[in-house]
């Protein structure tokens, strides 16, 4: 075979070869191609740089147009939403990255940095060597920390064995979700809602089953609509209070009344997600359905240090609950993402050691928080045609902007629901705020305040600017 260089490369190898002439270049290959038809295969032919003696040849199996792969999902995970706020903040950050001075109030996360003290204590684990696998639960002086802090906090006994820490509290709930669900289970999930709660219910193969409330009600869910919606099927009510989005805190009166209806019902179960707790404004103080009469045995309570302790990015929660619930939990856990970090752990005891309800440090942030939130109570209330529940806690304002859909905007096209709304405001105001569809209640947009002082005044006044030259229907 003259002129020809016989050679059989692995399939991601170049070929490199002498070059015998510059007017004869054929190849040949052995069989280790041969089930390839000739369109699946393309070449490249280079000649390296100071060797005129070599070519290099690169040879790229493509996949046949007949043999397309299956690029189909689950059913489960095609039945997911994905998170607005995420989606919302996302693009926001990308047009701050791009130069576009927009107002960020989208995201539920403190614009307080971590107390040092806790800070500290992470940096000290990390020269200290802590930095290997702890176990799936938790470490056992967190754990015991937690208890602590449940029973002088919140009232409510339990045992390290009652405990499983997670990177974030949003695996707590998942994971219980997940624990207690069967498919064709009903969630109840009071509306507005935190966005996720309804997709955790379909990724368990359960449905959700939606409360409205009413901004009139300070969107707390009124217990005879509860009742009447308790099926055979209704496996788990979830409660969130102080509330994302509305910022309302359920009375223990209130709570009580909830209790009594769910004692009727043994299958049922509460998920009591209390991450907002030490965020709250007196009067308004905050109760764990846990301690409530009867309700301990069938009550998953789930909190975390995100807010309060402005520790978001640590990714740590927990949860507690009945030993055989909790080991469920841990079982999941165990096979999905292992215990959490054990740097954020050690920073975690820090946080609890600050003293009840966190101490000064999370009072000075508490005490900045209402301060915004006054501000803007104060601010939209002066607007006609906006309805506003006071939020008792949380950082969140949730507010009725109904009545300027239906108008149309120069420019932009007719407002039409909540997320065309945050759209206007985001093109007209550069402000970015998230639906209240999103949240079950498309009347009204969330607004967060974690956000300066400062920052707030600024949004507040694009936001007017945007909306005025819209005329309320009320008004007309």
């Not at 100071?50 to 689950?74: C, G, Q």
């Not at 104060?378 to 507010?399: C, H, N, R, T, W």
Request: a neutral charge.
């Amino acid at each position: 075979m003259a002129n020809t260089t016989l050679y059989n490369p692995p399939a991601t190898s170049p070929i490199r070869f002498p070059l015998l002439n510059s007017s004869s270049r054929s190849l040949s290959f052995s069989s280790s191609f041969s089930h390839l038809p000739p369109k699946s295969l393309t070449f490249r032919m280079d000649t390296p740089k100071h060797n005129n003696n070599t070519i290099l040849i690169s040879v790229k199996a493509a996949a046949d147009d007949d043999h397309d792969i299956d690029i189909s999902l689950s059913p489960r995970v095609n039945s997911l939403k994905p998170s607005k706020t995420v989606a919302i903040s996302d693009q926001a950050t990308a047009l701050v990255q791009a130069g576009v001075p927009v107002i960020r109030l989208a995201a539920g996360e403190p614009d307080f940095d971590t107390p040092s003290f806790i800070a500290e204590a992470g940096i000290n684990a990390i020269r200290e060597g802590y930095t290997r696998y702890t176990p799936n639960a938790g470490t056992l002086e967190l754990r015991q920390a937690i208890c602590h802090k449940l029973k002088e906090e919140n009232g409510i006994s339990y045992t390290p064995d009652q405990i499983v820490v997670t990177n974030g509290a949003k695996q707590s709930i998942t994971q219980a979700v997940l624990a207690v669900c069967s498919p064709g289970d009903e969630v109840i999930i009071p509306a507005p809602f935190w966005v996720s709660y309804p997709e955790m219910a379909r990724l368990a193969d359960a449905t959700p089953v939606i409360l409205p409330t009413s901004i009139s009600d300070n969107f707390l869910l009124d217990p005879k609509l509860l009742e009447s919606i308790i099926t055979e099927k209704s496996r788990l009510l979830i409660l969130c209070s102080p509330s994302n989005p509305t910022g309302s805190v359920y009375p223990k009166k209130l709570l009580e009344e909830i209790a009594q209806i769910v004692a009727k019902y043994p299958r049922l179960l509460v998920l009591s997600d209390e991450i907002y707790e030490h965020i709250i404004y007196a009067p308004a103080t905050h109760t764990s359905f846990a301690s409530l009469p009867g309700m301990w045995d069938r009550t998953l309570t789930v909190n975390g240090f995100s807010k309060a302790f402005a520790m978001t990015g640590w990714r740590l929660g927990y949860l507690a609950g009945p030993k055989h619930f909790v080991a469920a939990c841990g079982k999941i856990q165990s096979q999905f993402t292992s215990g959490a970090s054990s740097i954020a752990q050690k920073a975690a005891v820090a946080a609890l050691g600050l003293g009840y309800a966190g101490g000064e440090a999370v009072s000075t942030m508490v005490k900045a928080f209402r301060e915004r939130r006054d501000f803007l109570v104060k601010s939209f209330s002066e607007m006609d045609g906006v309805k506003i529940s006071e939020p008792q806690g949380a950082f969140y304002l949730f507010i009725d902007f109904s009545s300027y859909y239906g108008r149309e905007a120069e420019g932009f096209g007719v407002i039409e629901d909540s997320d065309s709304l945050c759209r206007y405001l985001l093109d007209k105001g550069q402000v970015a705020v998230v639906p209240g569809g999103a949240f079950g209640d498309d009347t009204c947009i969330r607004i967060s305040y974690a956000a300066s002082l400062t920052t707030l005044q600024a949004a507040v006044e694009r936001i007017k600017k945007a909306l005025a030259p819209l005329s309320s229907p009320a008004l007309v």
